[in-house]
């Protein structure tokens, strides 16, 4: 394989070891595999996961931000679709209806088609946008609910995430605490064993010197 070939080649997302139990994360139609991966790896680097659980974890975080994206791109479909059915009548071929959605996705309010279009019906592109909005609010509050269902099982995911690590640290923290107090203990013992010792060495010269007199 050339250089050139691998250059172009999505980097390989570093999946847990359980990720790989439950099998690979499916992507939609029209869904960029290159983009999501990297995403997914500049996710887990930015959290720090090296344990399988924590990057399992950072998947899912991922994940719920990858729907919100999903949840985010149906919104602006959804007034497209309204902008569209403000444009055109029953009558309209598929194929007109197909360049229209084209040319509002892509933002071309200069072309004729447009032009024309929105004249007719007697809209401005900003007229025709708040009349899309409006149309189309139903769709929009329950994809907003959707989203808002993330949101929580984002912090939900956040929080279990950061115990996880704290966890972690925890444990070295008193692993490091309790070998230190072993030292301070040691430190301790052997001025007293002295200290005992000494002691014992008096005892027996006073006895003797009491024996003597």
């Not at 729907?67 to 679709?81: C, D, F, P, T, V």
């Not at 309204?82 to 996705?105: A, F, P």
């Not at 949101?151 to 996880?164: H, M, R």
Request: charge should be positive; aromatic fraction near 4%.
């Amino acid at each position: 394989m050339s250089e050139k070939t691998k250059a172009e080649q999505p980097a390989q997302a570093p999946t847990s070891h359980i990720s790989q139990i439950f099998g690979p994360t499916r992507l939609l139609p029209g869904e960029s595999e290159a983009v999501y991966r990297a995403g997914l790896i500049g996710t887990i680097k930015e959290l720090g996961a090296t344990s399988h659980l924590q990057t399992y974890i950072a998947e899912k975080i991922f994940q719920c931000l990858w729907w919100m994206r999903r949840y985010e791109s149906q919104k602006h479909l959804a007034i497209i679709n309204s902008m569209v059915e403000k444009l055109v009548n029953h009558g309209t071929s598929k194929e007109q209806r197909h360049s229209v959605t084209l040319l509002l996705q892509t933002k071309d309010w200069g072309d004729p088609l447009i032009q024309n279009l929105a004249k007719a019906s007697g809209h401005t592109p900003e007229s025709l946008m708040a009349s899309a909005v409006v149309f189309s609010r139903g769709n929009i509050e329950k994809i907003d609910q959707l989203i808002a269902l993330r949101v929580k099982t984002l912090g939900q995911l956040q929080q279990s995430y950061e115990a996880l690590v704290n966890r972690s640290v925890m444990q070295e923290r008193l692993k490091l605490q309790n070998e230190l107090l072993r030292r301070d203990l040691k430190a301790i013992d052997v001025p007293s064993v002295e200290l005992d010792a000494g002691a014992k060495v008096n005892s027996r010269a006073k006895s003797k010197a009491k024996s003597g007199q």
